[in-house]
């Protein structure tokens, strides 16, 4: 199929050797690449209007409590009043990532697994059944998961179980927000491995390796680019979901390896004094801008260690 | 896929080795499990719903508007349509900005740049940010701001508004799954298509794009799953809860999952069967939606 | 072009899913109301009224639209509730006609509004009660608590960690609360009432939640637990908790529609306002509607599950209305 090619074929690598130049298409060309340019520069623009409001706002709220208090502090209490308000971080920045881990832990293993089988051991008919019914998880409101934590899975958990959980928790909530990740990870890591050319699970097979060898040796590690776009996909959403914590999984954070108590992340904590009768100018507001600046910023970390990551391990086949 | 395995190469594996077997079933079993699993939770969590909800199910649900003096002839007409033309004009904005985003960046970008790195890293971080801030920038940028829609609604919440904030919401899913839906389409297709003569662009349109629209289906069906349930966002950029007439574009609108959460915050029980049925109805239409989207994956879906 | 063929089967989906929901009747069902003095006039009557803020007095705000919905039906309203600092914050950029608050609005917010020319007018359109709830199981004697004891309970640094601490006939059982959380008007007005500090509640053993649901879900399944809610809330689910009466001083009373109107249920009641502004309550389709839910107060705030006004207070508010006196000052 390849006739050889030289690999400055290979687009988006400035190439230059088999493009034809005729001026006329040049700049129609030129043309079509400002177009898309254009609209991959919409999420700059995106992430600086962001920045441009969070920064405006937290810059109002430094004025007040510095800096070093903020994050070093190990008291959370933004919203008390008088004395016992205290603006220390660390415990809802420990929540957060907390409870994203334990949705994580439910949904990658599971995520993976529906990936796998809908891809590489579910013939076509199951698969065009299964895929969409997967996906219509996904769409389910996340209200209805945060209710479902809350009425059914933490009795389920209390009464059935025996695990002593108070009645807004973070167990409880971290499964089913993993649960409401799962579709994300299972879809686009099954299409990722259904894009595997047939050609290397042949020439597995024909080695003498065994099915799951192959599944595993040879279909993940080349799917595994997009393997990881699910996985970011999925911790993405994991970490900034909103209304299941707001609803199952308590009012507070703590600071704390105990997931039978209460639990908040930063996005539930914003939604809640957005919505708030809080006025509007206080201290207590303003702390929403000053916690979405920093769930921005340790997004941003963790994104780029991922695409690192990525880019050292990815392998191109053909 | 399995299907595609050669029966000769089957054969010859399974004489080789019994141990394998063994472990090739429990590889298997443990999958299903995780299938069962993810089936089972989506079972309880639909027949929950339908418990509570399937008695207000009706036509006139549909079309009416939502009651507070009578619940029981409430209905979701506002709330509906206010979604349905959320989704219509999400979708068109965010499938041709992020498809063409996502080819800049696979096929034109070139990877060493510093801006386009930072691009890329940027798309990713958005995917993450809590759908308040979302909110939050809608609000400051596109209804308040330099960016208020073509001077409609003159600082107020209208719904081109609110869908341009959620399409922002959602936008990073489409475009980062549909670069996977490019980049799976093999060089050797567009080196064969180039030395044929034809430009990069005729390249893409003919033949790259048409083999990623499976994976693109995909990116779409999950973000406008994604952008129908949300409720935070529409709420900062000002959506109503409760309106007894029909949304226009430039004017005051509602959505579902808003008068959703509305009723379940209310204190008479009968609100809850509402919301509930509420829900179903956002989930058929959820169905719909995606059903359209399959469709064509299924069709144009190309093995390579 | 396979991609062409894909964006228009997407287009028609979406077309015929439009046309589907684009027929249908109207609701024309707004109920019996009261033949209000301008019924007639209000026919005539059109425009916008964007509202938005409490989402306390939200169903206030609603039940008023429908029933004005009747008569005015070429008034278009719309009601939102993101809060009620969130609320003053659009009112006082001009973006909503009315704003619903479960507090009176203070310094800060009634600053911002007249940096922006806004003038907001108070008128109190409701009262609501907190209802103190307990779990089925705990023993309250008499089930009636008094304030002091509430007091003792709650305050900020309040280190009683069991009931019997309180005193005799309460029961052996480690103390658990659940209470709106700090960012909630109900908050501020139990701890103003019933704390008398400011604005502060212990944090030890106490859950918070922003939705009354969920507090009343909470102490339904924990023994021993405490907590206070809104009164309708209370009120709906009273087969699921204890409602406690309340000792203010005057023995104990049971929130009721009748105590909490007249008073007797101190001090858990609070008022509930909307606030046009000059501007906005000039023009006739909103004074007409703010009058429309005085004039049929009794109806529209009991169809919300609230306590409607006094006479005292309805005749008050109406003088308000009529005056269209601009908030001077804050209170607080």
Not at chain 1, 43 to 60: D, F, H, M, W, Y
Not at chain 1, 126 to 146: C, D, M, S
Not at chain 2, 63 to 84: F, I, N
Not at chain 2, 173 to 180: D, G, P, T
Request: overall charge neutral.
């Amino acid at each position: 199929m390849d006739g050889g090619q030289d690999m400055a074929a290979r687009p988006g690598a400035g190439s230059t050797g088999l493009i034809r130049t005729r001026t006329r298409r040049s700049v129609g060309e030129q043309a079509v690449k400002a177009l898309l340019a254009g609209a991959a520069l919409l999420s700059v623009l995106t992430t600086t209007g962001i920045v441009v409001t969070l920064i405006n706002e937290s810059s109002g709220f430094f004025r007040q409590v510095s800096v070093s208090d903020f994050f070093l502090n190990t008291n959370w209490a933004p919203l008390a009043g008088g004395e016992s308000q205290s603006f220390g971080v660390v415990p809802l920045i420990w929540s957060t990532l907390y409870l994203t881990a334990i949705a994580l832990v439910v949904a990658i293993p599971l995520g993976l697994g529906v990936g796998i089988y809908l891809a590489e051991y579910a013939s076509p008919r199951v698969r065009k059944t299964f895929k969409p019914i997967i996906e219509v998880l996904a769409g389910i409101p996340t209200i209805v998961f945060g209710y479902f934590a809350l009425t059914f899975f933490t009795p389920l958990l209390k009464d059935q179980l025996g695990i002593d959980v108070q009645i807004f928790n973070g167990l409880s909530a971290g499964i089913i927000l993993g649960i409401l990740v799962l579709p994300t990870i299972a879809s686009v890591s099954e299409d990722a491995m259904s894009a595997v050319p047939q050609s290397l699970r042949e020439g597995a097979f024909g080695l003498g390796a065994a099915k799951w060898q192959v599944v595993v040796r040879v279909v993940v590690p080349a799917a595994l680019s997009g393997i990881v776009a699910a996985l970011v996909l999925g911790a993405s959403r994991a970490i900034g979901e909103t209304v299941v914590i707001l609803v199952a999984a308590g009012n507070n954070p703590n600071l704390t390896l105990d997931p039978t108590v209460a639990h908040q992340n930063m996005a539930a904590f914003i939604a809640n004094v957005a919505r708030s009768d809080a006025s509007a100018g206080s201290v207590a507001y303003v702390t929403i801008f000053a916690v979405g600046a920093t769930l921005f910023v340790m997004t941003f970390l963790l994104n780029l260690v991922a695409i690192r990551f990525v880019r050292k391990y990815r392998q191109v086949y053909e | 896929m399995a299907v595609a395995e050669s029966a000769i190469t089957r054969k010859v594996v399974e004489r080789a080795s019994g141990g394998q077997r063994t472990r090739d079933l429990l590889f298997r079993l443990s999958l299903l499990l995780c299938l069962f699993i993810a089936v089972l939770f989506l079972g309880v969590l639909l027949v929950d719903v339908v418990i509570d909800g399937a008695g207000f199910l009706s036509p006139h649900f549909v079309t009416s508007y939502p009651s507070r003096l009578t619940p029981d002839t409430s209905g979701v007409r506002s709330a509906l349509l206010g979604t349905l033309y959320l989704m219509v004009l999400c979708g068109l904005f965010i499938v041709p900005v992020g498809v063409a985003a996502a080819v800049y960046l696979e096929e034109y970008a070139d990877p060493t740049r510093w801006y386009n790195r930072l691009v890329e890293v940027n798309i990713q971080n958005l995917a993450s940010v809590p759908s308040v801030v979302y909110g939050i920038l809608g609000l400051a940028f596109i209804v308040r701001g330099p960016v208020d829609v073509w001077g409609l609604g003159e600082g107020q919440p209208t719904l081109l508004a609110g869908a341009l904030t959620l399409g922002l919401l959602v936008l990073p899913v489409v475009i980062i799954v549909s670069r996977e839906a490019i980049r799976a389409v093999p060089p050797s297709i567009r080196e064969g298509s180039l030395a044929l003569g034809a430009t990069k662009w005729q390249t893409l349109w003919k033949q790259v794009l048409p083999g990623s629209i499976a994976g693109i289906a995909t990116g779409v069906i999950l973000a406008l799953s994604r952008a129908i349930g949300e409720t935070a966002p529409l709420i900062l950029v000002g959506a109503g809860a409760f309106q007894l007439f029909d949304p226009k574009v430039d004017g005051p609108f509602s959505a579902m999952p808003i008068q959703i959460f509305n009723n379940v915050t209310e204190s008479k029980p009968i609100f809850q069967e509402l919301a509930a049925a509420a829900i179903l109805v956002l989930l058929i239409l959820l169905l719909l939606m995606n059903s359209a989207a399959i469709y064509l994956r299924n069709r144009y879906e190309t093995k390579w | 072009m396979k991609l062409q063929r894909f964006v228009a089967a997407l287009a028609g989906c979406s077309a015929l899913a439009f046309g589907v929901a684009a027929c249908g009747d109207n609701n024309t069902d707004s109920g019996s109301s009261s033949a209000s003095t301008n019924a007639a006039d209000n026919q005539n009557l059109s425009g916008t009224i964007r509202i938005d803020g409490s989402s306390t007095v939200q169903p206030i705000a609603e039940a008023a639209a429908e029933l004005f919905n009747g008569e005015a039906p070429n008034v278009k309203i719309t009601v939102g509730g993101a809060g009620t600092g969130d609320g003053f914050k659009r009112f006082c950029r001009g973006e909503t006609t009315i704003s619903d608050a479960s507090r009176a609005i203070e310094p800060d917010e009634l600053a911002a509004c007249k940096k922006a020319s806004i003038e907001p007018v108070q008128v109190q359109v409701g009262i609501d009660g907190l209802s103190v709830v307990a779990n089925k199981d705990l023993a309250i004697p008499n089930d009636c608590i008094t304030t002091a004891q509430l007091k003792k309970l709650l305050a900020p640094k309040s280190k009683v960690a069991n009931y019997k601490e309180l005193g005799e006939g309460f029961p052996d059982q480690k103390v658990s609360f659940f209470t709106p959380g700090t960012e909630s008007g109900t908050y501020d007005y139990f701890t103003e009432a019933v704390l008398e500090t400011d604005a502060e509640q212990r944090t030890k053993d106490v859950q918070t939640s922003a939705d009354d649901n969920q507090i009343i879900t909470g102490i339904e399944g924990t023994t021993g637990a405490l907590g206070y809610v809104g009164f309708s809330f209370a009120d709906q689910q009273k087969d699921k908790l204890k409602i406690l009466q309340v000792d203010g001083g005057d023995g104990c009373v049971a929130p009721a529609v009748e105590t909490i109107a007249d008073g007797t249920y101190k001090p858990l009641s609070r008022p509930l306002f909307m606030y046009p502004s000059t501007k906005t309550v000039a023009k006739p389709e909103v004074k007409g509607y703010v009058a429309y839910i005085l004039d049929n107060n009794k109806e529209i705030v009991e169809a919300a599950d609230y306590v409607p006004l006094t006479d005292e207070l309805l005749t008050q508010a109406k003088a308000d209305l009529d005056a269209a006196k601009p908030v001077e000052t804050a209170a607080k």
